[in-house]
C-alpha cells in the first residue's frame, strides 16, 4: 500500500497556508535563521553614535565635583655629570721614546687593553721597515705570534704584491690583543689613534698600509697612510682584492 501525504499537511488543500502573510512571515523566519547561523545575532547600522561624547562629559563633571588638593612636591635631583673616560696610555710625559720601549709598553700598559682572556701580543719587524702593515687587531686564533692565522696569510700575500719581504715589513695593531666587540668611537674619543700615531712616529716606515673601516677612521683625509678594505674582507672577495690592488697602484703612482 503506498503512503501518501495527508490532505491537511498539502498546500494546495490548504490555502490560507499560501496566503501573503504566512510567506512573508516565514520568509523572514527563514532569513533570521540564515543570519543567526552565520554568528551575527545583533542589529547594527552604519550611523555613528556619540558614545565617547557622553563618557566624557560624565567624567568632566566626576572631576567638577572633586575637591581639589595641593601636593607639595620636591624637585628632582639633578643628574650628576658622568666621568670622563680616562685617556688611553695615561700621561703623555710617560710614553716610551724609543721602539723597544714601546714594545715593552705596548705589553704592559694597563689602559692599552682592557681585560680579557686573548693574550696581547706585540707587533713583528724592526724599525725603517719597507711596509708597515696595520690592521684592528689580532686574530681571534693567535696565542704566541701576531696574525698567525688565515688573516695572517693574507697579510703576507700583500706584502708580497707590494714587493715587500717578512724581514723588510713590520706588522702592527691598533690594540694590542683580541677583542670580539670592541667600541671604536669610544677608544677614538680616549685617544687610541695617538696611541697608533706615536707607534708609526717610533717604527719609522716608508710606507705605511691601514686595512680595515675602524683603522681607516682613524686617518680621515691623511694622505700618507695607505687605507684599503679589511683582511678577512679580502680574502672573501675577489672584486675587493682587485679593487685594492689598483687603488695601491694610483696611490703608489705605478698606475699606467
Known sequence: MAWCPSRAASPVNNPSSLSPANLLSRDIGSMLDWWRLAGVDYAYTDTPQPWLAETVAAAAGAEAKTPVVAVATRPLPEAAPSPQAEPIGGARSGWPQDLA????????????????????????????????????????????????????????????????????????????????????????????????RLHIALAKPRRVVALGRSVKNLFTNDDAVFCGPGLDELRRSARRRERFWNSWLQWTGEAT
Open 101 to 196: 720601549q714601546f714594545r715593552e709598553w705596548w705589553l704592559t700598559e694597563a689602559s692599552l687593553a682592557d681585560r680579557g682572556a686573548f693574550p696581547r701580543l706585540a707587533p713583528v719587524g724592526g724599525p725603517g721597515a719597507e711596509i708597515m702593515l696595520l690592521v684592528p687587531m689580532p686574530e681571534d686564533t693567535d696565542r704566541a705570534v701576531l696574525l698567525d692565522g688565515p688573516d695572517g696569510q693574507m697579510a703576507q700575500a700583500v706584502l708580497r704584491a707590494m714587493g715587500a719581504t717578512p724581514a723588510s715589513a713590520y706588522l702592527a695593531t691598533v690594540l694590542p690583543r683580541h677583542m670580539p666587540l670592541p667600541d671604536w668611537p669610544a677608544l677614538a674619543s680616549r685617544g687610541i689613534g695617538d696611541i697608533v
